[in-house]
């Protein structure tokens, strides 16, 4: 069982609409991440949050919009996408100091019609 | 730029073999390593890391790695694979960071196939 929960596990999404990914941890880890990985690839990192605070945005297009409201939540939201933003959404978090390994949830796999 | 490169695509063992796969990176100093495996459809597990100290590490699942700085290595070995270790594994590379966080870098991922 993983100790990062994510939901929905699946998730199918017009282009128009307007939806989250929630992903939660209750290990006490300061630092949370957003990955998307399409199929056959290796994941890609979008967003770090360290201390609930946004430290990486890798260029992410702005339909996307990150959130953390505390240090055990984190959030994905979605506007406008398009279908090649279809993926799997990893969540992962870590534990303080910066060398600990990254714990991932199981994803989200979205699809965008 | 710190880089990842599994040279190999996919591999296919069979079930009771050893298994090598091969990772290299690219870092100017030294890297902190890990392997990740994938199932389908799941998120990624650490089968094992590497920081510092002894350079044979020994994971979960009966897997070990071994750092070789002079050949900017970190494989993954196993001597007797099973048929539920088929799945997708990524080596990965990241830096000592401040702040609290990682930022990691993934190979392309090495596809294993146990066949019978």
Same mark, same amino acid.
């Given at each position: 069982?993983?100790?990062?929960?994510?939901?929905?596990?699946?998730?199918?999404?017009?282009?128009?609409?307007?939806?989250?990914?929630?992903?939660?941890?209750?290990?006490?880890?300061?630092?949370?991440?957003?990955?998307?990985?399409?199929?056959?690839?290796?994941?890609?990192?979008?967003?770090?949050?360290?201390?609930?605070?946004?430290?990486?945005?890798?260029?992410?297009?702005?339909?996307?919009?990150?959130?953390?409201?505390?240090?055990?939540?984190?959030?994905?939201?979605?506007?406008?996408?398009?279908?090649?933003?279809?993926?799997?959404?990893?969540?992962?978090?870590?534990?303080?100091?910066?060398?600990?390994?990254?714990?991932?949830?199981?994803?989200?796999?979205?699809?965008?019609? | 730029?710190?880089?990842? *490169?599994?040279?190999?695509?996919?591999?296919?063992? #069979?079930? !009771?073999?050893? %298994?090598? +796969?091969?990772?290299? =990176?690219?870092? &100017?100093? *030294?890297?902190?390593?890990?392997?990740?495996?994938? #199932?389908? !459809?799941?998120? %990624?597990? +650490?089968?094992?890391? =590497?920081?510092? &100290?002894? *350079?044979?590490?020994?994971?979960?699942?009966?897997?070990?790695?071994?750092?070789?700085?002079?050949?900017?290595?970190?494989?993954?070995?196993?001597?007797?694979?099973?048929?539920?270790?088929?799945?997708?594994?990524?080596?990965?590379?990241?830096?000592?960071?401040?702040?609290?966080?990682?930022?990691?870098?993934?190979?392309?991922?090495?596809?294993?196939?146990?066949?019978?």
């Amino acid at each position: 069982d993983t100790e990062v929960t994510q939901t929905p596990k699946h998730l199918v999404m017009g282009m128009t609409n307007k939806k989250s990914l929630k992903c939660e941890q209750h290990m006490g880890h300061r630092a949370m991440y957003w990955y998307k990985q399409k199929a056959k690839k290796p994941p890609e990192l979008m967003f770090v949050y360290s201390y609930e605070k946004l430290s990486i945005n890798e260029s992410v297009p702005s339909r996307f919009s990150p959130e953390c409201p505390n240090s055990s939540l984190l959030n994905l939201h979605l506007h406008a996408l398009q279908p090649e933003d279809s993926a799997l959404y990893l969540c992962a978090s870590s534990p303080p100091p910066g060398f600990s390994p990254l714990h991932f949830g199981n994803g989200t796999r979205l699809t965008v019609t | 730029a710190q880089s990842v *490169t599994q040279p190999d695509i996919h591999i296919t063992v #069979s079930e !009771g073999a050893s %298994l090598e +796969l091969r990772c290299n =990176y690219s870092y &100017g100093a *030294t890297p902190y390593l890990f392997w990740y495996v994938q #199932s389908p !459809g799941q998120g %990624l597990q +650490l089968l094992l890391k =590497y920081f510092s &100290g002894d *350079t044979l590490v020994q994971g979960i699942k009966g897997f070990e790695a071994e750092f070789k700085r002079s050949q900017s290595s970190f494989n993954l070995r196993k001597p007797s694979v099973h048929w539920s270790d088929a799945a997708e594994y990524f080596c990965a590379v990241g830096p000592p960071v401040s702040g609290g966080y990682q930022k990691v870098t993934f190979g392309t991922g090495t596809k294993l196939q146990v066949i019978p």
